[in-house]
């Protein structure tokens, strides 16, 4: 069930400020802030494989020096598949990228849908966009139930 951006003032449970609005955090019965969300985004996209005690489905291998099937682009240039993808992902709208995300999922790509949902709230325009992402990276499913304590650690490191 995906929940929505609460406009009541609670305590983030990654920084301690105050988030207004706060964003539901499912596995943890709690809320993160805005700020924090972004910060949680900027992980999955710059360092995903650091996060493998939180999301352990980020550690299935993906060898990006094996060899990718050549597409033929509409100029007659041939491209790996992976860079012709990744092109064609930057033209996409957040909401698009959400979306992409949940199909990802529903087809069983678990990691691009955790590494998309690091997309979306690195660039979500609106809390409700950055919720729906935050629902699928903290779900019962793909959240390890220590995620919490070790993510404060690699947001805000001593």
Same mark, same amino acid.
């Given at each position: 069930?995906? !929940? *929505? ?5 609670? *305590? ?5 400020? +105050? ?11 709690? !809320? ?37 099937p050549m597409v033929q682009r509409s100029d007659g240039t041939s491209v790996q598949l992976r860079?012709? *993808? ?8 957040? +909401? ?18 955790? +590494? ?16 729906r992402a935050l629902d699928v990276l903290f779900s019962n499913e793909l959240c390890s139930p ?13």
């Amino acid at each position: 069930m995906e !929940s *929505t951006p609460s406009s009541a003032v609670a *305590t983030c449970l990654l920084c301690g400020a +105050e988030a207004s609005p706060a964003l539901d955090l499912p596995r943890f019965g709690g !809320s993160s802030c805005e700020d924090c969300a972004r910060r949680v985004g900027h992980l999955l996209v710059e360092a995903p494989s650091s996060l493998t005690d939180i999301w352990p489905l980020l550690s299935e291998e993906d060898d990006e020096d094996s060899l990718e099937p050549m597409v033929q682009r509409s100029d007659g240039t041939s491209v790996q598949l992976r860079q012709l *993808t990744a092109e064609l992902k930057r033209e996409l709208s957040v +909401e698009d990228r959400m979306k992409l995300a949940e199909l990802y999922g529903d087809i069983g790509l678990v990691r691009e849908q955790l +590494e998309e949902c690091g997309r979306v709230l690195v660039a979500a325009p609106s809390a409700a966009l950055a919720q729906r992402a935050l629902d699928v990276l903290f779900s019962n499913e793909l959240c390890s139930p220590l995620g919490l304590e070790q993510l404060r650690g690699h947001l805000f490191p001593a």
